[in-house]
């Protein structure tokens, strides 16, 4: 594959396109099916007799000789193109597609940074979304849109369960888009001029699938056709088509409605008349099916369709057709309980610039008559629009639909009529009015409009960057935004005076931290998970854990305010067994003191009414900011204060708790990215690791889970062959109904909810002595982790054994836990683990306070350990599969001590503690290291097996398999009736490579220059290179591995997790490079097509500034699918994007600690020269006014700091030779040396009337 570099000279304020140096062309060679362009004779006959008793409707209707029915030119054109071309003409006022102009078909994108796909409906499919983003104090819809039809696929509130235009996944959206979505039709009349004799008629459809151009095609025929492109905004999107036969230019535009107290999604359709005379247009302009209000729809709708529509009908919020209200009767249901459906859908449109709404056409039937599959607008093909709307609709007992109808609009040459329209839920038909009158006001959608782009535009200037390549600028800012989306954007809550904004929530109880935006990646490919956007001001959902963790690592670089807050949310997640819940909810907050309710109540609020409102609110439970505005609302509360002084007032009283769900089984990689999030506060905060460490309090997580011993989980079961039998480890975990019954006891009698302190590990209540939540500091949590870890490797000691039943960060091997698998990548992450611990008590020389029942394990695995050493075993030269006898008598009473540890603390602690002094834990941290080391070298020897690859290619091995080979069975039996047994002896099993094994082996060695290059070069010519794409399969060939090891193996060879291209693991490797400073070979690889955005922009298939999950590779067996991109956007690649972003711009550690204890800042990039200017791609450098190249970034979104590269070379480790340090005040601090002192690094930190920072080296 050609690598792309980008050579145009894209820009921020001073931007012109971006051009590629690819041509541009269709790389998808299937032909769209036909609108029986030559089979409408039927309703041409029917049109003609309709014409010969409608001649008072001439006008519109024109003479039936020239009348142009759908997908057809009219004969004037004579094969050549008609009227105005559509490019450089302005769709509207408010459309900006001024942008467009003279758009050349190398560019990528426009002015506004929106990427083009021309000819969108022809090329290869792919799927997108909206950000579902409307402000803090705005109320969010999703929204997913495809490259067919008129886009949208699918839109609603919250969840898939409640949609507005029905869910279905990507591969059922290409199909039916185009039909079931928006469409828009056109009856038209062309009045004539005087070189003309009379008019023309016509009825078209803009977008219409029978007008898809077919790639590959060239005959006049095609050349007829309209041109179509798609325009993907960070907040919009827009599609358009330039129908040169009937001088028509239509576009589209979608955004989601900004901070509004009702949600809504907006469209825009604007009509443009590009011929050289008069033209009248009737139009339907809308949804072809917009789902009714009834509780949870997605299951019925899937799979009792027909029936729902029994419960559907169309209600009318005053006595017109322009306020339709789309509900169920009642909740469908089968219950003694019946709920009465109050809330509805609603469609409320109009034209621009007019203050009349315009009448919805909501009867299917009167559209589309018998065209059942909604291809054909049957009921236009004998009726105008004007007879639609004048006749009676029907919308009880079916879907219905929702078109704007417009009738009779006269176009002059150039001029254009907009028709906007706002979708969404009211709570009440008799809400419509007020929402009416609110969108149609003068000016209201284009305010909006902007409004929304600017919202965009201010939630990714945190990262504004800029450098020689813009289109790598670009790619920052799309990689923030999504990353925010899947780990949610952090915002300060509370802060209510100068002491609090020069504090931060470490030092500032009253500050609260709380993410808006996230959401579990579920959408049109990721059809598995159920996402959800809760529809309130501060707006979020669930995410999943490891999804979590990983994106909001660099939280903290930047929103430094944030201090330690992630750390210690993740790290009171872990649980007394060493593992953690699958899902991660928003925080939740709690006023515990009355008197401060009461207080604050009455500051917020209006009258005493109100305030006793929201004193019994905020004094009821727990509850998120969502939550009180939506009851606000609802119970009437009048606040005396803006919304956002209410907010800060309840958080500063409030006590902040995090919450999470158990989900089902337990992941073994979740607790591998603690690590990052603490390198990355003590990057901010080294100060700070002390009293984070060793002075904080935290909470164990108490999940409804238990993981079985061994005994309970080996099953004897037959081979697949049934010839012989093996041992499979089964049911991991158990549903435990006895911790059930320990949470139940926190239910409220009179809410039926449970408390929140039924969440976390307690003592155990003892006579009249009150059980407590459990704490220990997070030391002491990071060496639970480590020692439980330790206790968990493998038979040989290499891996950590996948005993939750499920495995690590590649959740495709899910059968590895069946076969008694095990990890090197968690083992990688163990060694790291271990010594950062150690590292920490060393520093602080401070002791462990730990559980004692975790003490009497320690105390087992020590004693072990000693056995072991003093046995005078070691390892041979060349090691057996059959683990060795004293290996596995080590394993044995090491998981035993393991199994009798999370015995004794399954449902509480006993509240004792043991201490382990300094010296002592040091010791036995590093005996520990130690072994996980030797564990590590015999993973190297014992390595890995595959096509071509006998095991000596000197990569690491990600994973293993134990072969039970004999065992005693227990006489007890499992749930299905197999026998359970213990395991005797076993025989280890080896798989090919895995790009991951690699990836976190390269931490261990980061700091070894020599070691990670030859790393580098033995991935390189391994089989995890795809040699086709430049880039790094997931894993090497799987040929003739067992389906035993999980569902990857079910895939295609070059699809989803079998020898594909990963995109998050790619770039965790590439970042891998950066951190062991490879910083030629990292750079080779971006340029050189490996990462975003320097891929072939036709091969990949969609916008360079977005990742994909997965890239088919070149084991893919259709040549067609290699290197484009499936899964889009929400992948944890954008939280290794940012890391790569961080060291390249701001380096590892910005702030450190001198000789003295004190804090110092420094800047030490790591940035080519072909960012400062790449004259090779036609990309020229800013220079400062002595002619030094620059480049520039913003600092805890906040402070733009600027480069001075004086030495006209590659940013390698280079340190600065001075600073100047601006301040808001006009002052400057100059600085000369590498660092910047105390005083002026802490106001840097704070935030404290920063204006910028130069930097010279």
Avoid at 543 to 552: E, F, I, L, T
Wanted: hydrophobic share 35%; proline share 4%; with cysteine.
């Amino acid at each position: 594959m050609t690598s792309y570099q980008q050579g145009g000279t894209y820009r921020d304020e001073e931007a012109e396109p971006l051009h590629s140096h690819f041509q541009t062309k269709n790389s998808n060679n299937s032909t769209s099916p036909s609108w029986k362009r030559f089979g409408l004779a039927a309703a041409v006959l029917a049109l003609l007799g309709y014409m010969a008793v409608q001649s008072s409707n001439s006008n519109e209707i024109g003479n039936v000789q020239e009348l142009d029915v759908l997908g057809h030119h009219h004969d004037k054109c004579n094969g050549k193109k008609c009227g105005k071309s559509g490019k450089g003409m302005k769709s509207g006022k408010d459309n900006n597609d001024d942008d467009k102009v003279d758009e050349d078909e190398t560019e990528l994108f426009d002015e506004r940074r929106r990427y083009i796909v021309r000819d969108f409906d022809s090329r290869s499919t792919f799927s997108n979304f909206l950000p579902g983003v409307a402000g803090v104090f705005g109320k969010p819809v999703w929204s997913f849109y495809v490259n067919r039809g008129q886009g949208i696929a699918s839109f609603g509130l919250s969840s898939k369960d409640y949609p507005l235009l029905e869910f279905n996944p990507a591969n059922k959206a290409y199909q039916l888009t185009p039909y079931i979505g928006f469409r828009t039709f056109l009856q038209g009349t062309r009045e004539g001029h005087k070189k003309k004799e009379d008019g023309t008629s016509f009825l078209i459809e803009p977008f219409s699938p029978a007008n898809s151009k077919v790639a590959g095609l060239d005959t006049e025929e095609e050349d007829l056709k309209p041109t179509r492109n798609m325009y993907v905004g960070t907040n919009e999107m827009e599609i358009e088509e330039i129908d040169d036969g009937h001088g028509v230019h239509t576009s589209v535009n979608y955004f989601v409605l900004p901070e509004e107290d009702f949600a809504a999604l907006v469209r825009r359709t604007t009509v443009t008349n590009t011929g050289d005379d008069d033209v009248t247009l009737s139009a339907l302009d809308g949804l072809a099916k917009l789902e009714p209000t009834g509780g949870k729809l997605q299951w019925g709708l899937k799979n009792i369709g027909r029936t729902l529509e029994g419960w559907m009908g169309v209600y009318h919020g005053d006595d017109t057709l322009a306020l339709p209200f789309y509900r169920m009767s009642t909740e469908p249901s089968d219950s003694a309980s019946v709920k009465i459906e109050k809330a509805g859908h609603y469609c409320i449109s109009f034209i621009e610039g007019e203050n009349d709404l315009l009448p919805i056409v909501y009867d299917t039937e009167k559209v589309f008559g018998w065209s059942t599959t909604l291809q054909e607008p049957t009921g236009l093909y004998t009726k105008t629009v004007s007879d639609i709307v004048a006749n009676p609709q029907y919308g009880a007992a079916k879907t219905s639909s929702a078109f704007a109808a417009v009738e009779k609009v006269t176009l002059s040459p150039g001029e254009s009529i907009t028709i906007t329209s706002f979708y969404g839920e009211a709570e009440a038909v008799e809400d419509l009015p007020k929402i009416a009158k609110t969108v149609s006001t003068e000016g209201y959608a284009s305010d909006k409009f902007e409004r929304a782009r600017e919202l965009m535009d201010q939630l990714t200037s945190s990262v504004e960057t800029h450098t020689a390549n813009h289109l790598f600028n670009g790619a920052i800012k799309q990689n923030y935004l999504d990353n925010s989306l899947r780990g949610g954007m952090p915002v300060i809550l509370g802060d209510l005076d100068e002491n609090s904004r020069a504090s931060n929530a470490d030092e500032d109880p009253r500050l609260k931290v709380y993410h808006v935006f996230s959401r579990i990646h579920g959408d049109l490919e990721r059809d598995y998970n159920d996402f959800n956007i809760d529809p309130t001001y501060f707006s979020q959902g669930p995410g999943n854990y490891r999804d979590v963790a990983q994106n909001r690592r660099n939280d903290v670089i930047f929103s430094p305010r944030i201090g330690s807050f992630v750390v210690k949310q993740f790290l009171s997640f872990i649980q007394a067994d060493g593992y953690e819940p699958l899902t991660v909810e928003a925080v939740a907050y709690l006023v515990e003191d009355p008197n401060q309710a009461a207080r604050v109540a009455s500051t917020i609020t209006a009258d005493s009414k109100s305030a006793s409102i929201i004193q019994a609110i905020i004094g009821g439970g727990i509850f998120r900011p969502g939550q009180l505005f939506t009851l606000f609302e609802q119970i009437g509360v009048d606040l005396s204060v803006s919304k956002q002084r209410a907010i800060d007032e309840l958080m500063a009283i409030s006590t902040e708790t995090p919450m999470a769900v158990y989900g089902s089984g337990y992941w073994a990689d979740h607790w591998e990215y603690y690590l990052d999030l603490i390198e990355a506060y003590t990057s901010v905060y080294p100060d700070g690791e002390e009293a984070l460490m060793y002075d904080t309090e935290l909470r164990y997580f108490f999940s409804t889970a238990t993981v079985k011993p061994r005994s309970q989980k080996y099953v004897v079961d037959y081979t697949y062959d049934g010839k012989s039998k093996h041992i499979l480890q089964l049911d991991a975990t158990v549903f435990d109904k006895d911790k059930v019954k320990e949470q139940d006891a926190f239910r409220n009698q009179t809410t039926g909810l449970i408390a929140n302190e039924a969440n976390w590990q307690r003592t155990a209540t003892i006579g009249k002595k009150k059980g407590r939540a459990f704490t220990s500091a997070p030391i002491a949590k990071l060496f639970l982790l480590g020692a439980i870890k330790y206790a968990t490797r493998d038979a040989y000691g290499m891996g950590i054994e996948y005993e939750g039943g499920r495995p690590g960060w590649n959740d495709a091997m899910n059968g590895l836990a069946g076969m008694v698998g095990s990890g090197m990548p968690e083992t990688f992450e163990l060694s790291e683990l271990l010594k950062y611990v150690r590292s920490v008590v060393e520093k602080f020389q401070r002791p462990l306070v730990i559980p004692v029942e975790l003490g009497n394990m320690v105390d087992t695995i020590n004693d072990a350990l000693d056995e072991l050493i003093d046995s005078g075993y070691t390892d041979p030269e060349v090691l057996p599969a059959d683990v060795p006898e004293v290996l596995f008598k080590y394993w044995d009473t090491v998981a035993a001590a393991r199994e009798t540890y999370r015995n004794n603390v399954q449902y509480y602690f006993s509240g004792n503690t043991t201490v382990i002094e300094a010296d002592d834990a040091i010791d036995m941290l590093t005996k520990w290291y130690d072994q996980v080391q030797l564990g590590v070298a015999r993973a190297m020897k014992i390595g890995s097996k595959g096509i071509d690859d006998d095991g000596t290619s000197g990569v690491p091995p990600s994973y293993f398999s134990y072969n039970i080979t004999s065992w005693v069975e227990t006489k007890e039996k499992n749930e299905k009736g197999l026998p359970l047994a213990n395991a005797k002896s076993m025989q280890v099993g080896v798989f090919p490579l895995f790009l991951e094994g690699p990836t976190r082996y390269m931490k261990l060695i980061k700091d070894d220059e020599d070691k990670m290059a030859d790393m580098y070069e033995k991935v390189l010519k391994s089989g995890l290179r795809d040699d086709f794409l430049k880039m790094y399969f997931l894993s090497a060939d799987l040929t003739g591995q067992s389906y035993d090891m999980g569902r990857m193996m079910a895939f295609a060879a070059g699809w989803l997790e079998n020898q594909s291209i990963w995109m998050h693991m790619s770039y965790k490797y590439y970042l891998q490079l950066l951190r062991g400073k490879l910083y030629d070979q990292f750079y080779a690889e971006m340029k050189g097509g490996g990462m975003l955005p320097f891929m072939d922009p036709d091969v990949y298939g969609r916008s360079l500034m977005e990742c994909s999950s997965f890239i088919a590779s070149s084991a893919f067996a259709d040549p067609s699918i290699v290197g484009r991109g499936f899964l889009a956007r929400l992948s944890g690649s954008t939280a290794e994007f940012l890391s790569i972003w961080r060291l390249m711009f701001i380096g590892s550690n910005p702030f450190f600690l001198n000789n003295d204890g004190e804090v110092e800042m420094q800047l030490i990039p790591a940035l080519p020269l072909w960012l400062f200017e790449d004259l090779e791609a036609g990309a020229e450098g800013k220079r400062d006014d002595d002619g030094n190249l620059i480049v520039s970034y913003k600092l805890f979104a906040s402070i733009m700091v600027t480069y001075h590269n004086t030495l006209g070379t590659d940013l390698f480790d280079v340190a600065p030779k001075s600073y100047v340090v601006t301040m808001t005040d006009g002052s400057t601090v100059e600085v000369e040396g590498a660092s910047i002192p105390t005083d002026t690094a802490i106001q840097i930190r704070k935030l404290l009337g920063v204006e910028s920072i130069d930097v010279y080296y």
